[in-house]
């Protein structure tokens, strides 16, 4: 096990090194001056402007400005956020924990109540349940996210003034205890429930898919025949049996959630790194770009790694692969 990580480690340092180099060209050649918007509609002189430039390194040649870059991303120095006036590190782990609570809570969400759904389609298949259960997921899966956030919005906050529509936590300050869990778990819920809809969905479809391949299997015939519980059966031997797939899609889209809770965090002006992205981006701010970037990158090398460890976990056949 210990040779299989190294190994895939060894492989991700290219891929890594491909991903960063193809970022910075991607946003170097992209039109648009950072400085211009730094400076707003102040009518600074060419020469103002010029030495701006010359502070920022964005006056020399691209490739030299991408070997600068390489070198200080080796030291763990990820550059100096134009807009933000501070260092693009500290400013990105100011947001990491209200990102990793929204998309944790989202992928964990999906993944609870995508296995139960797949669980219960597969097991009322043909049935009134499993209609229901494939029509919703089609429906959820079909739905943007950013536009499923709004008609929560609209639903939960506007029309029935049960959750608040944006914000991290009251302008007033969260009560100690229990209480001040509460009032943050009810500014949590409409986000994640919006960035979980389209990967529950996608979860109940798979894990439908992969119940639905094991429970006619000789070994589940043989537990049924031993007289083993149904319940025994289903999660003992199909689930287990039938988690290799689901575990994929969840492991594989941990990448996936991180990025795509950019426009999430934007609707819900949830400050995290997803919608400092957003801001960025809309400011032209190149280094918080490139290292939010870097972060999803190997974020999504990491969870497939971990992905590929649990295969190996759940099915000791793979060691020998």
């Not at 979860?203 to 537990?223: H, P, W």
């Not at 002006?269 to 997803?274: E, M, R, S, Y």
Request: charged fraction near 15%; hydrophobic fraction near 55%.
């Amino acid at each position: 096990m210990g040779r299989f990580i190294l190994r895939r480690l060894l492989q991700a340092l290219p891929l890594l090194l491909a991903v960063v180099v193809l970022n910075f060209l991607l946003i170097a050649f992209t039109p648009g001056d950072p400085i211009t918007l730094l400076v707003g509609d102040f009518p600074a002189p060419p020469e103002y402007l010029a030495q701006m430039r010359r502070d920022y390194g964005l006056d020399q040649p691209v490739w030299m400005q991408l070997l600068h870059y390489l070198g200080k991303v080796l030291q763990g120095d990820f550059g100096y956020s134009f807009a933000n006036q501070q260092p693009v590190a500290s400013l990105i782990l100011e947001r990491l924990g209200a990102t990793l609570e929204l998309t944790l809570t989202a992928l964990g969400l999906a993944s609870v109540l995508g296995v139960a759904f797949g669980v219960l389609a597969a097991r009322a298949r043909g049935g009134p349940a499993d209609s229901v259960i494939q029509a919703a997921s089609s429906a959820g899966y079909a739905v943007p996210d950013f536009w499923l956030g709004q008609l929560l919005i609209l639903a939960f906050a506007i029309g029935l003034g049960w959750l608040p529509s944006q914000g991290y936590n009251p302008v007033r300050g969260v009560a100690p205890g229990w209480e001040g869990f509460v009032q943050h778990l009810r500014y949590l819920l409409l986000p994640a429930l919006a960035l979980s809809m389209r990967y529950l969905t996608l979860i109940t479809r798979i894990t439908r898919a992969s119940m639905l391949e094991v429970m006619n299997a000789d070994y589940i015939l043989a537990a049924r025949a031993r007289g083993s519980a149904e319940l025994q059966v289903v999660l003992g031997h199909a689930l287990r049996n039938a988690a290799a797939p689901v575990l994929t899609v969840i492991g594989y889209n941990l990448g996936f959630v991180l990025a795509g809770s950019a426009l999430i965090e934007a609707v819900f002006a949830w400050p995290g790194i997803g919608r400092l992205l957003y801001e960025s981006i809309a400011k032209r701010d190149y280094p918080v770009m490139l290292a939010i970037l870097l972060m999803v990158s190997v974020t999504v090398v990491l969870a497939n790694l971990l992905t590929d460890i649990l295969h190996r976990l759940l099915d000791p056949r793979l060691e020998r692969a």
